[in-house]
């Protein structure tokens, strides 16, 4: 096998997709990839089922399935817990119940750093290692989520919209958003002239806002903003306040002209929430101008979300030494990638959250060094499901114009993940193994299906509020969880607390599910929208058992995603992409839904890649004891993967 690497250095990039990898290395626009790949070896890699971030990145660092594991979705909930009791979520260390790869080196007393890990991680147990910034959905170190703001003289005086008010808990979501993850919050609020709301420190004609912050734990905080403008009533300047009578601003912004417009503020630091107060912490905090139309009396900035600025590692002392070193931190992105401006400030956010991780990889390898780097960076999902239907000549949004933009805005996001792979790549010297992977892809999603309706439909599920979709427990015998939409969940009395059907109809129960999924037929096309149903028993075939799995594990059709049709209905077309309602092979010529591997460095073959169609697809399980392998390490205790042997070389 040759030299034994002395340390790996890994780089999780959710979302990357081999197609797109391939194209734009054929362009010459990532020199680093190409550098990798030729060294390496570049493979596709089955995801699990379903193929979304929080069971594929446990199954990677595990190398066990989500039986095992548990995170089939973004929560764990014992199917004998009330409906209403608190659930793990998915970064938590509570959450993931196997051992994964840093478990491993830290037993072997070696070095590790998890950074920003969606899956079991949080807070870190490490005796030998440091857990920096874990999360992703519903962090615990968020304090508020980001959000747009249209400032207008049009506008009634107060706020309307939904950054007044705190986003859903995940669990309330429809399932596309728990798996997309939520749009940024909006508010439209109006302006009023300055001095009538009391301030002292505008200039002639500046006007106010109050700007409403929601805090994720609740309550609401409030920034000020005032508005100068100039002698013809154009937009001068945008600089929003902690109070109206205070000295120095939060951020100081041009807010006029295009040329000016266009620069995020310095970072702010504050305390949000009433001081002693539980939940209160201090946060950090950016803005922007995205938009000035003085004609209208109208300007439009954003708002990075506010994140921890103390306790977001463990031990708990390194935060300050990260904040002092690399900046601040955030863990979503401000605005969604669906025009010139949004593209502008997507970039500027992956750039910025990449390079601070590769950063906080430099500052600790520096200062106490690591034999492990395990991180994720959600940089290709987010650019994915804006992108993909309408980018994809085979896409059911394709036109040739919109899609040339789209597929330059994939095009630029992966010259961003090359610039940060480059910075990265400083690290590795010629002991280092260097793994690049993904947990998923995106391919096209033709059609949406509705699954709780399609039970609903079928007498399996009674709704209390059908237009809320709150299922009626005492009389549904099956019911759903949004955060694990792959699996159904059957009714059980004796087991779940609020269960109505008898153990003794528990399997005809499940096959009546299994009947209802598979006999499902898309009225337009005569599709089947469910490609597998498996009742808990046959699970193990998928890699599902166990007290915390559903009854029922599916999963859609190729170009099927969950979601409520837009022209009504259980199946019809719907909006945006989805990766893991689809079964993990769906794949075009263009895009697919499969992860990707990139392994470089000592005992690893250059320019190899599997004959997948022939000898079978490398899998998410088989990362973790790969990679230990080659480092001489034993594989995390309940890992079932196996060791890809033709990665090796002679």
């Not at 009854?551 to 009504?568: A, E, H, I, K, Q």
Request: hydrophobic letters at 40%.
């Amino acid at each position: 096998m040759g030299m034994q690497p002395k340390k790996l250095l890994q780089i999780g990039m959710d979302g990357m997709n081999l197609p797109l990898l391939r194209k734009f290395a054929a362009e010459g626009v990532l020199p680093a990839f190409s550098a990798l790949m030729a060294r390496g070896s570049t493979n596709r890699l089955l995801p699990a089922i379903p193929a979304w971030t929080p069971t594929n990145w446990a199954t990677m660092a595990t190398g066990a399935p989500a039986g095992t594991h548990q995170l089939g979705g973004w929560s764990v909930r014992r199917k004998t817990d009330p409906w209403e009791a608190p659930r793990a979520d998915s970064w938590s260390s509570d959450a993931m119940a196997a051992e994964a790869i840093w478990d491993v080196f830290d037993s072997a007393g070696r070095r590790s750093v998890v950074s920003f890990y969606p899956s079991g991680s949080w807070p870190g147990r490490l005796r030998h290692g440091t857990v920096i910034a874990a999360g992703l959905h519903d962090s615990p170190c968020e304090l508020a989520r980001p959000a747009q703001y249209l400032l207008s003289t049009q506008a009634p005086a107060g706020a309307s919209g939904s950054a007044t008010t705190a986003g859903p808990e995940l669990r309330e979501r429809p399932t596309g958003l728990a798996e997309e993850g939520l749009p940024p919050g909006s508010a439209r609020i109006g302006l009023v002239p300055a001095r009538e709301a009391g301030w002292t420190n505008g200039g002639e004609g500046a006007l106010a806002a109050a700007i409403p912050v929601a805090l994720v734990r609740g309550g609401t905080e409030w920034l000020h903003a005032l508005v100068d403008r100039r002698p013809d009533s154009s937009f001068a300047r945008l600089r929003l306040y902690a109070q109206p009578g205070d000295e120095a601003p939060l951020a100081d912004l041009p807010g006029g002209r295009p040329r000016e417009l266009g620069e995020w503020s310095p970072f702010a630091r504050r305390i949000w929430g009433e001081p002693g107060a539980p939940g209160a912490a201090e946060g950090t905090v950016r803005f922007r101008v995205m938009d000035s139309r003085p004609g209208e009396g109208a300007l439009r900035f954003c708002r990075s979300q506010v994140f921890r600025a103390d306790g977001f590692t463990v031990p708990a002392g390194l935060s300050p030494r990260l904040l002092e070193a690399c900046g601040p931190f955030f863990d979503m992105f401000t605005v969604g990638a669906r025009d010139d401006t949004g593209l502008r400030i997507f970039l500027d956010d992956i750039r910025y959250q990449g390079e601070w991780l590769s950063k906080a990889a430099r500052y600790l390898a520096e200062h106490g060094g690591w034999d492990l780097h395990w991180c994720h960076w959600h940089l290709f999902d987010h650019i994915n499901h804006p992108t993909v239907n309408g980018a994809d000549p085979d896409g059911p949004d394709y036109d040739p114009q919109r899609g040339e933009w789209l597929m330059n805005a994939q095009r630029q996001t992966y010259v961003v993940g090359d610039a940060v792979l480059k910075q990265f790549l400083e690290l590795a010297d010629d002991e280092t193994l260097v793994c690049v992977v993904s947990d998923h892809a995106l391919s096209p999603t033709h059609r949406c299906g509705d699954v709780l309706g399609r039970l609903a439909e079928c007498g399996l599920v009674v709704f209390k509020d059908e237009a809320r979709r709150e299922i009626d427990f005492a009389l549904s015998h099956v019911y759903m969880q949004n955060d694990r939409g792959a699996e159904i969940f059957v009714n059980l009395q004796g087991r779940e607390p609020m269960g109505i059907v008898p153990a003794g109809d528990y399997e005809r129960v499940q096959a009546q599910v299994v009947d209802a999924l598979l006999d499902w037929r898309d009225s337009e096309n005569g599709r089947r929208v469910v490609a597998l149903a498996l009742p808990l028993q046959d699970g193990q075939l998928i890699g599902y058992w166990g007290d915390v799995c559903g009854d029922v594990v599916f999963v859609m059709s190729r170009g099927y995603g969950w979601g409520t049709p837009l022209g009504g209905g259980t199946a019809g077309r719907g909006r945006g992409a989805f990766h893991s309602s689809q079964i993990p092979t769906a794949e075009t010529r263009h895009f697919t839904n499969m992860a990707c591997w990139i392994l470089a460095g000592p005992g690893v073959k250059a320019g190899y890649e599997r004959d997948w169609q022939r000898h079978g697809l490398m899998r998410q399980t088989d990362v973790a004891p790969t990679l230990c392998h080659l480092l001489g390490l034993r594989p995390p205790a309940q890992s079932i993967g196996a060791v890809c042997h033709d990665l090796f070389a002679d």
